[in-house]
């Protein structure tokens, strides 16, 4: 079945960087475009970054994250990653890995970020 397991959350000052990981398994990873969300206490779950599938690479960012973030994959290891620097507090937040497969929607079990001095 397909999996989604993320990791590498943890507790950060603001300005610092943390980098997220998310292992898949379960479909072919190569095939299917992956995306990060996240989630704040109290708030709707946005959309963070995309990465397409493979052959040539598009990725694409909420304006909240652009040129702080960057999402990356390696289709050998399947793996999508999160690199996020310059972390405010306000990028606190349960994110969630995500893979739409077979007109299904999958998530990982989500990490939890929290930026705060």
């Known amino acids: 079945q397909v999996q989604l397991v993320e990791s590498g959350g943890g507790l950060v000052q603001p300005g610092g960087s943390l980098r997220l990981s998310c292992a898949a398994s379960?479909?072919?990873?190569?095939?299917?475009?992956m995306r990060w969300y996240r989630q704040a206490p109290g708030k709707e779950r946005e959309l963070v970054a995309t990465?397409?599938?493979?052959?040539?690479?598009?990725?694409n960012y909420a304006d909240s994250v652009k040129g702080r973030f960057t999402i990356s994959r390696d289709n050998a290891k399947n793996t999508v990653w999160l690199q996020m620097n310059s972390l405010k507090p306000e990028d606190t937040a349960v994110y969630y890995c995500?893979?739409?497969?077979?007109?299904?929607?999958?998530w990982g079990q989500g990490t939890q970020v929290t930026v705060s001095s």
């Open positions: 995500n893979a739409r497969y077979s007109g299904d929607n999958y």
């Open positions: 379960g479909f072919t990873f190569s095939n299917v475009a």
């Open positions: 990465i397409s599938n493979s052959g040539i690479i598009f990725t």
